[in-house]
Every structure is written in structure tokens, then in C-alpha cells.
């Protein structure tokens, strides 16, 4: 690489705008090279859809409110900002699912719905005979001669049965992804378990063989940090180089000139030029960004879902009828408008002062998302009334921070993931030293976005390079 200083703007300061951010200049001063990052966000924050806020002694996640365990990403990247040590892990408690109106626990050792003890299940009611009957088939069932794409309904529905499906798998994938399982992408989503079934035929036995379990011991499967998610993006702009962020600027277009540099045009006139452009904004912005370019023009259609979060406090004997569980799942046969709700103050008890309850619940999912455009006082009646069917509450809530986010759940449809290779493989050729990362293409979840913000930073670097 030359003497000549480069310039890579990062446009988009969500989790993987700002990981991108955080790993590339740490990569440029560890190789002392002479390369300048840029990262610039279109609100007044970084973060996205990763937002904690305090209030009264109260922890509340606005949006995501922990990530996976088994996933490393996050636990290393805490280690490198040294806030390691305000890692913690959830406490275990019960898991419960409705279904037809009724609150059954999620029976012990499923796998995404996938049974892999066989006792809890047996003795669920969660289930009928003949559900069991079916989805015990698995161990017989031939595996599948499908070489293309298929959606998660038809993948599951196949091996499980459609009892089995609707009222344990659907409802823990709505809780994922907020959509149409018979519409999403097997193979952008669990690929792993199509090549379980390809090679072990029943899903049940693949999983067993290849050790899969839920963890047993007292720790929980999903980490935070003691003062919320914000953490982790406060420790990563506080590490930034100072003057690296804009915010409150958006991006209009970007051009790439005949020297293979970009030129970046704000909504205020201004404009940055760069070698090399990392775009991580929903999908919809970026073909905005790039209008005249026909193989991103798709990207204008992909769907994408708008849910919201409510977070309500309480005081502990307001709630006459206490559940002893942390979290519930709502099938789709269920009269309830909620797909989810979380007891916070069990599953995490940092989040609430004592003597005081923390609920947090879910609304919206393809086919159901209007709900999200009410008011904050009919959302709160909806909930409440939702809430009232599975426990007795007194009074009123002492507050409730309803947090929406617009379009904010992309959906990864059948035929998603060559989709998404065409428009990287394109991209490389019609635009060098273009890269497109983010929630919308390679997985939602937080440790999915800091993975591919460290795969920004390789690709950059072999390309300035």
C-alpha cells in the first residue's frame, strides 16, 4: 500500500456500522497504516435498534435485550473494550407457550421446537396424542430430495407435522424473526438443519449426534451487560478516533467516479469523498443510495416487517397472580394480539429495583403489523388486556415506554441467499470497493452484525491493500 492517505466512510451506525468502525481502526493502528474512517449516521445516535434506558432504577431495552451465549462474538468484542467483567447470563426459569388460549411450559430439551429429550415431551398436554404420534415420524421419515431453497413451514411441517409447527416452532420463530415462516428462507436461516437431515435423516437423532443440547446448569443461555446493550455501544464510540463521527447526516447518493473514488452527497448539500464506501443501512436505503444500478434494484421489494416493544413497571403486588417463569411465547390459534412477553424483572433481575416488576412485550409480525401504528395509550390498553388473560394485575402500570421500529425486520424469503450473493458478486464488479453489510443479508441478531462488520473490515483491507 502506498503513502498516500486513504479515506473509508462507513455509512450506517448500527451494531455493524459501528463494529465495523471499531475493528477497522484498530486493525489501521495496530498496522500503524495510513488510512482515515469515517462513519456516519443519519440520526442523532449510534446504535439502531440497540437503545437502553434508565429510569427510576429500571434497566429497560428499548430494543434487542441480549444475545446468544454459544455465540463468542460479543463476549470477545466486550474483552477487547475491557467491559468484559459486566458480562452476566440470564437466570433460567420456565418457559411458557399459549396455545388456544391456555399457557402450557415449553417442554424441556427443545431444540427451535425440535424435541430432543423424550420424556417432556411425552408428558406435555402442550400436544395431542396424535401431534406426538406425528412428529415422532421424524425417526422414520425419509430425508428430503430438495437440492433448492424451501421455507422454514414446509421444512418443518414435513419432519414435525403442522401441530408440532403451529404450536411450538411458529411461535418461537415469530419470536425471531417477526414473520411468515412459510414465506422464509430454510437456507438463510437454519442451513445447519437441512445438512443435519441430509446427513442424519431424523432432525431429532441429527441433533442428539452431533451434541447439541440446552444448557442444563444454572446458567442461562443468553448474555448482557449489568447496565443494558448500550454498553457495548458506548464502549465502541468512546473507542472511536475523535472527529470519525457524523450524525444527524443522511446520505442522498453515492457516485462512484472514473478514478474508483466515491463521492458521497449529503441531504445538506455537503459531500465527503472516499477510496472505499461500507454501507450497512436497511436495504431500502441502500438502493435509494444507488438508484441507476439494476442489480440492486430488488432490494427496493424485499420485504421487511415493523414491530414494537412495550415496557411496563410495576410494583411487585400489583400482580396478584404471580406465574414462576421468565418469558411466554403466543402461537397464532391463540385470541391474543402479543407475540411475546418477557417477566424481565425474573429473567434478568438487575433490570428492576427491588420490590418491582419489569414486563416487557411484543406486538407485530407479517400480516399483523398496523398494531404498531396505534397510539401509546391503545397499545397499553391491548397489552394490559393481553396480560390480564394470563395473570391478575392490579391498578395501573407505574409507566410504559412503548418503542416502534418501522420496516425494521428484514425478511429473508425463499431464494434470499443467492439473491444476496448475486448482489455481492455484482457489486464487486460494477462497484470495487463498494461492500454491503448489515441485518438485512447475512443473520438479525446482534453477534450475526458484529461477525459481518469483522468480514467489512477483511474485505477492505484486501482491497486497499
Known sequence: MGQQNKRVVIIGGGITGLTTAYYLQQEIKDKHLPI?????EATHRLGGKVHTLKRDGYVIEKGPDSCLASKPEVSRLAERLGIEDT????????SYVIAGGELYPIPGGSIVGIPTQIAPFITTSLFSLTGKMRAAADFVLPRSQETEDQSLGKFFRRRMGDEVVDHLIEPLLTGIFAGDIDQLSLMSTFPQLYELEQKHRSLIAGIKKSGQSVNSNEKGNFLTFTEGLQSLIDAMESGLN???????????SIEKEDSNVYTITFTNGEQLEADSVIVTTPHH???????TYPFLTFLKEMPATSVATVAMGFAQDAIKKDIAG????VSRNSDYSLTAGT???KKWPHTAPEG???????LGKSGDETIVDLSDDEIEQIVLEDLSKIMDIEGEPEFTIVSRYKNSMPQYTVGHRERIQDMYEQAEASL?????AGSSYEGVSIPDCIVQGEKAVSKVMEYLE
Open 432 to 436: 470495487p470497493g463498494l461492500f454491503i
Open 36 to 40: 482515515e474512517v469515517k462513519l456516519v
Open 326 to 329: 421468565t418469558e411466554f411465547l
Open 356 to 362: 418491582k416488576a419489569l414486563l416487557r412485550c411484543y
Open 87 to 94: 458480562l452476566i447470563r440470564n437466570r433460567k426459569g420456565t
Open 242 to 252: 475523535p472527529n470519525t463521527v457524523y450524525k444527524s447526516m443522511k446520505v442522498t
Open 285 to 291: 436505503v441502500v438502493q435509494s443510495m444507488f438508484p
Open 343 to 345: 417477566w424481565t424483572h
